[in-house]
């Protein structure tokens, strides 16, 4: 079962010119042509939008709506710049990514062990504290559900749809939020009294044959939430990191060294799942004043195991860690990336044992869910904590 993740930069282009003009804020404005030659609206604000300001709006139309509208150039360098350092995040946060636009991406996060709901609730914050924009999140089984419940949850929203209510999910969403339902499928599909996703699933299919051909099987398909396209990433990727920021500063050091152990896991099991391995090893951390430290050691092979990870960062924090300081930040990053080749000694075969352990624990978590299996030390620090093992 996959879990994909689909993001959307919430009003991007405003968004970014309210990070270069903070007294835009709470105003209505659009980024967009001028009425004078004719422009449309590239993208509005919030405040724009409740006055009915739209996307692809022409500009003057949109100033009849909102007289007090302000009306800027677009700055595409500055929002490709943008653009660029997000996308880049979260190619070193997730094995694949497909970028659909400068504002839009899917993420296949199906091996990670924290879970799809808790990886956008990471990413979204952190793209918040990091970059300062906002962002929406839909969580599927599929890339149609999971786009839909970004498009739900607008804006700053996140929204999760569980394996098996996709269609339920849909059901009284209205038809134009269906994937390939524009103006005239959707004037033809009222003519049939229909207008909600779930009307359209239960249309009998010999009258959507009649009427669109095989393409209204298609339609049908999708109206039921069905979608098996993978996510294709075009882009090759030069390192893979994990990290969170605390909601509270930490700073016990064992509290730290256990943050470090599960950011290793998630690193390691991604490289896995994209079939990569490095010869990198990051640490990044961020004390309570925002003042930020890397750390890196090559090792003398590639990996893409657990183990090595962990340890290799937990020898780099405890070089820097001074105790009692609080952490407001860890990330853990493996860089230098290739294929998962090493020269094996004659006399070491350990590196390979551990290596089928966790293609063995992978393939258990793919099927049974990222809880399936779990190391003692967590098992231990739950049964701690009064909690349920």
Same mark, same amino acid.
């Given at each position: 079962?996959?879990?994909?993740?689909?993001?959307?930069?919430? *009003?991007?282009?405003?968004?970014?010119?309210?990070?270069l003009? %903070?007294?835009?804020a709470?105003?209505?404005?659009?980024?967009?042509?001028?009425?004078?030659?004719?422009? =449309?609206?590239?993208?509005?604000?919030?405040?724009?939008?409740?006055?009915?300001?739209?996307?692809?709006?022409?500009?003057?139309?949109?100033?009849?709506?909102? %007289?007090?509208?302000?009306?800027?150039?677009?700055?595409?360098?500055?929002?490709?710049?943008?653009?660029?350092?997000?996308?880049?995040?979260?190619?070193?946060? *997730?094995?694949?990514?497909?970028?659909?636009?400068?504002?839009?991406?899917?993420?296949?996060?199906? #091996?990670?062990?924290?879970?799809?709901? *808790?990886?956008?609730?990471?990413?979204q914050?952190?793209?918040?504290?990091?970059?300062?924009?906002?962002?929406?999140?839909g969580?599927?089984?599929?890339?149609?559900?999971?786009?839909?419940?970004?498009?739900?949850?607008?804006?700053?929203?996140?929204?999760?749809?569980?394996?098996?209510?996709?269609?339920?999910?849909?059901a009284?969403?209205? @038809?134009?939020?269906?994937?390939? @339902?524009?103006?005239?499928?959707? &004037?033809?599909?009222?003519?049939?009294?229909?207008?909600?996703?779930?009307?359209?699933?239960?249309?009998?299919?010999?009258?959507?044959?009649?009427?669109?051909?095989?393409?209204?099987?298609?339609?049908?398909?999708?109206?039921?939430g069905?979608? #098996?396209?993978? =996510?294709q990433?075009?882009y090759?990727?030069?390192?893979?990191?994990?990290?969170?920021?605390?909601?509270? #500063?930490?700073?016990?050091?064992?509290?730290?060294k256990?943050?470090?152990?599960?950011?290793?896991?998630?690193?390691?099991?991604?490289?896995?799942?994209? &079939?990569?391995?490095?010869?990198?090893?990051?640490?990044?951390?961020?004390?309570?004043?925002?003042?930020?430290?890397?750390?890196?050691?090559?090792?003398?092979?590639?990996?893409?195991?657990?183990?090595?990870?962990?340890?290799?960062?937990?020898?780099?924090?405890e070089?820097?860690?001074? %105790?009692?300081?609080? =952490?407001?930040?860890?990330?853990?990053? =493996?860089a230098?990336?290739?294929?998962?080749?090493?020269?094996?000694?004659l006399?070491?075969?350990s590196?390979?044992?551990?290596?089928?352990?966790?293609?063995?624990?992978?393939?258990i978590? /793919?099927?049974?869910?990222?809880?399936?299996?779990?190391?003692? /030390?967590?098992?231990?620090?739950?049964?701690?904590?009064?909690?349920?093992?």
């Amino acid at each position: 079962m996959r879990t994909i993740l689909h993001v959307d930069l919430d *009003a991007f282009f405003c968004s970014v010119e309210e990070l270069l003009q %903070p007294e835009l804020a709470g105003c209505p404005f659009v980024v967009g042509g001028t009425p004078e030659g004719r422009g =449309v609206v590239a993208s509005a604000s919030y405040p724009a939008r409740a006055y009915g300001v739209r996307s692809a709006m022409p500009t003057s139309h949109a100033l009849r709506l909102c %007289p007090d509208l302000i009306v800027l150039p677009g700055r595409h360098a500055e929002y490709y710049e943008h653009s660029r350092r997000i996308m880049a995040f979260l190619r070193d946060c *997730a094995p694949l990514v497909e970028q659909l636009s400068v504002d839009e991406a899917f993420l296949d996060v199906s #091996d990670d062990p924290l879970g799809g709901e *808790a990886v956008a609730m990471e990413l979204q914050s952190e793209i918040e504290v990091r970059f300062h924009l906002p962002t929406s999140w839909g969580v599927a089984s599929n890339k149609l559900v999971a786009k839909i419940a970004t498009e739900v949850g607008k804006p700053k929203g996140l929204i999760v749809v569980q394996p098996g209510d996709e269609r339920v999910f849909l059901a009284d969403l209205p @038809v134009e939020m269906l994937w390939g @339902v524009g103006p005239k499928t959707a &004037e033809r599909l009222k003519a049939e009294n229909v207008h909600k996703i779930g009307e359209l699933a239960n249309m009998p299919q010999g009258r959507l044959r009649t009427i669109f051909g095989e393409y209204g099987m298609e339609l049908a398909s999708r109206a039921r939430g069905e979608d #098996d396209r993978p =996510v294709q990433e075009t882009y090759e990727p030069h390192s893979m990191s994990a990290e969170t920021t605390f909601s509270k #500063d930490i700073s016990d050091g064992e509290e730290l060294k256990r943050v470090l152990f599960v950011l290793s896991e998630r690193v390691g099991s991604r490289l896995r799942k994209a &079939e990569l391995a490095g010869k990198t090893v990051r640490l990044k951390l961020r004390w309570a004043d925002f003042s930020t430290i890397t750390r890196q050691r090559q090792l003398s092979q590639v990996t893409d195991q657990d183990g090595e990870i962990y340890q290799t960062v937990r020898m780099l924090f405890e070089r820097v860690w001074t %105790p009692r300081r609080r =952490v407001r930040l860890l990330g853990v990053g =493996v860089a230098d990336l290739g294929p998962p080749q090493r020269q094996l000694s004659l006399f070491d075969r350990s590196w390979e044992q551990d290596s089928r352990l966790l293609q063995a624990i992978d393939s258990i978590r /793919r099927r049974y869910g990222s809880k399936a299996l779990r190391r003692a /030390r967590q098992l231990d620090e739950d049964q701690g904590k009064g909690e349920a093992s």
